[in-house]
């Protein structure tokens, strides 16, 4: 059906999915929502949802995405059966992209300053009010974020001008791997410190009274956020998948990595948090004052604080290179725009609104929106409305618009691989996530 480029092999795709979905997201916002949303409660609300609605929308994706062998818009045009409207959803989808790409930018941005720290030795022997300090003082320069989200952006631009296969796959394959290798040790490190005891207690022993509808929206936010859900990324990627792959192991192999990562982050941070004073309401600093400080406590810190950080700037990358092949890939199949052009144009619009976002967390700034800095704003319109939203309307399109028929012939590879689940995936998708996720949406505005 599609004439593109196909991922070379299996691990081709799993190795970029997990790429798309392991990235700041599992390290720096995973910790920071379990912190700010009663951490136990939050954690088990949270696998709750990538399993009954975060996996059965992963699976509409790829299908929807290699069915139709097309662009989000294009995918929802193309498979609506004539009926109109439905390419809204893959508009929707670039609109979260672009949002997500600015803040995520500036994240990315902190991420490269901390390389640059860690290159220098900078954080050795330094106190926690000191690291605190610097972070602020972070956030309040003009030019040196400016700086590190163009590089940020830039890196991003050339992967995806060199096109998919060589750019995405080559740099996912080999890296990700370390990365988790890494955070074993980190784990181990962390788990030998005074304060692990409480650290894990707050992480993983879950308190139900603590479950209330603002916990609800976060995980679901998250769980979408850190999988790449609810946008068409992986209606793009599915568009990539050959046709003889198994969809359903590369979607579970997708979901359980990204959530070994996002709970080995929290195994990591929670224990050294508690130990260094921290509180788990922090946010920000949860990733960028407590992790500088465990390097300084290990042995042979220089190297793994170094190593880490970078690795956590090319896990960005990885993700926000599928962030950006969202609008790409729609500016050159639905408005023939070449693919140079097209990520130019793209880039230096996301640059804009991500020196906005940046700019806004000085203190006292005026750019604020609905009561919050612009950096905070674009994380939670996107996040946590854009990508439900998104999600809710795919799972419906999915049980709803498309038939039933196409589904099954996707989702079997043409019959040719026999699914034992296929029957209670479809009904999961059909009834039991748009009805889980308007009930969570529906939750805010009920006290
Ligand atoms: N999943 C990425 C992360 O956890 O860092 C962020 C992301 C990438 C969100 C792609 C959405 C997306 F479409």
Same mark, same amino acid.
């Given at each position: 059906?599609?004439?593109k480029?196909?991922?070379?092999?299996?691990?081709? @795709?799993?190795?970029?999915?997990?790429?798309?979905?392991?990235?700041?997201?599992?390290?720096?916002?995973?910790?920071?929502?379990?912190?700010?949303?009663?951490?136990?409660?939050?954690?088990?609300?949270?696998?709750?949802?990538?399993?009954?609605?975060?996996?059965?929308?992963?699976?509409?994706?790829?299908v929807?995405?290699?069915? +139709?062998?097309k662009?989000?818009?294009?995918?929802?045009?193309?498979?609506?059966? &004539?009926?109109?409207?439905? &390419?809204?959803?893959?508009?929707?989808?670039?609109?979260?992209a672009?949002?997500?790409?600015?803040?995520? +930018?500036?994240?990315a941005?902190?991420?490269?300053?901390?390389?640059?720290?860690?290159?220098?030795?900078?954080?050795?022997?330094?106190?926690?009010?000191?690291?605190?300090?610097?972070?602020?003082?972070?956030?309040?320069?003009?030019?040196?974020? =400016?700086?590190?989200?163009?590089?940020?952006?830039?890196?991003? !631009?050339?992967?995806?001008?060199?096109?998919? $296969?060589?750019?995405?796959?080559?740099?996912?394959?080999?890296?990700?791997?370390?990365?988790?290798?890494?955070?074993?040790?980190l784990?181990?490190?962390?788990?030998?410190?005074?304060?692990?005891? %409480?650290?894990? #207690?707050?992480?993983?022993?879950?308190?139900?009274?603590?479950?209330?509808?603002? #916990?609800?929206?976060?995980?679901?936010?998250?769980?979408?956020?850190?999988? +790449?859900?609810?946008?068409?990324?992986?209606?793009?990627?599915?568009?990539?998948?050959?046709?003889?792959?198994?969809?359903?192991?590369?979607?579970?192999?997708?979901?359980?990595?990204?959530?070994?990562?996002?709970?080995?982050?929290?195994?990591?941070?929670?224990? !050294? !948090?508690?130990?260094?004073?921290?509180?788990?309401? !922090?946010?920000? *600093?949860?990733?960028?004052?407590?992790l500088?400080?465990?390097? %300084?406590?290990?042995?042979? &810190?220089?190297?793994?604080?170094l190593?880490?950080?970078?690795?956590? $700037?090319?896990?960005?990358?990885?993700?926000?290179?599928?962030?950006? *092949?969202?609008?790409?890939?729609?500016?050159? *199949?639905?408005?023939?725009?070449?693919?140079?052009?097209? $990520?130019?144009?793209?880039? @230096? $619009?996301?640059?804009?609104?991500?020196?906005?976002?940046?700019?806004?967390?000085?203190?006292?700034?005026?750019?604020?929106?609905?009561?919050?800095? =612009?950096?905070?704003?674009?994380?939670?319109?996107?996040?946590?409305?854009?990508?439900?939203?998104?999600?809710?309307?795919?799972?419906?399109?999915?049980g709803?618009?498309?038939?039933?028929?196409?589904?099954?012939?996707?989702?079997?590879?043409?019959?040719?691989?026999?699914?034992?689940?296929?029957?209670?995936?479809?009904?999961?998708?059909?009834?039991?996530?748009?009805?889980?996720?308007?009930?969570?949406?529906?939750?805010?505005?009920?006290?």
């Amino acid at each position: 059906m599609s004439n593109k480029e196909n991922f070379g092999s299996k691990f081709g @795709i799993i190795a970029a999915a997990a790429g798309s979905a392991i990235g700041l997201g599992n390290i720096y916002r995973f910790p920071c929502e379990a912190g700010a949303n009663g951490g136990g409660a939050f954690f088990i609300v949270y696998l709750a949802i990538v399993l009954f609605m975060g996996l059965p929308l992963m699976l509409s994706e790829f299908v929807i995405g290699r069915r +139709s062998g097309k662009n989000p818009v294009g995918a929802f045009k193309a498979l609506a059966n &004539g009926s109109k409207g439905w &390419g809204v959803i893959g508009y929707l989808g670039v609109l979260a992209a672009f949002l997500i790409l600015a803040f995520y +930018s500036t994240v990315a941005g902190w991420t490269i300053d901390a390389v640059g720290k860690s290159i220098i030795n900078y954080y050795h022997g330094l106190d926690k009010a000191t690291i605190q300090n610097d972070f602020q003082n972070l956030l309040n320069e003009t030019w040196q974020p =400016i700086l590190s989200e163009g590089i940020f952006i830039f890196l991003t !631009a050339f992967v995806i001008v060199k096109g998919v $296969t060589k750019g995405i796959e080559k740099y996912s394959k080999i890296l990700m791997p370390i990365l988790f290798g890494i955070l074993i040790v980190l784990c181990i490190k962390s788990l030998t410190l005074p304060g692990a005891k %409480d650290g894990l #207690v707050f992480f993983l022993k879950p308190d139900f009274s603590k479950i209330t509808g603002k #916990v609800l929206i976060n995980a679901l936010g998250q769980a979408f956020f850190s999988l +790449s859900l609810g946008m068409g990324a992986l209606i793009t990627y599915g568009s990539y998948i050959a046709k003889k792959d198994n969809l359903t192991s590369t979607a579970f192999a997708v979901c359980i990595s990204d959530t070994l990562i996002a709970v080995l982050a929290g195994i990591v941070i929670f224990p !050294a !948090a508690f130990t260094f004073g921290i509180r788990p309401e !922090a946010g920000n *600093e949860l990733a960028f004052v407590t992790l500088p400080m465990l390097f %300084d406590q290990m042995v042979g &810190g220089y190297f793994f604080c170094l190593i880490f950080f970078l690795l956590l $700037t090319i896990a960005a990358l990885t993700s926000s290179i599928s962030l950006l *092949e969202v609008p790409v890939l729609y500016l050159t *199949e639905q408005l023939n725009m070449n693919r140079k052009k097209a $990520t130019t144009y793209t880039a @230096i $619009t996301v640059f804009i609104l991500c020196v906005i976002s940046s700019e806004s967390l000085h203190d006292g700034s005026p750019l604020r929106l609905f009561g919050a800095s =612009i950096f905070d704003t674009l994380d939670m319109v996107s996040s946590t409305f854009l990508l439900t939203i998104g999600g809710l309307l795919t799972v419906i399109f999915l049980g709803w618009k498309m038939k039933k028929s196409d589904f099954m012939d996707e989702y079997t590879n043409g019959g040719t691989i026999s699914m034992r689940l296929r029957k209670p995936i479809y009904y999961i998708i059909k009834f039991l996530a748009p009805l889980a996720i308007t009930v969570i949406l529906i939750s805010q505005f009920i006290k």
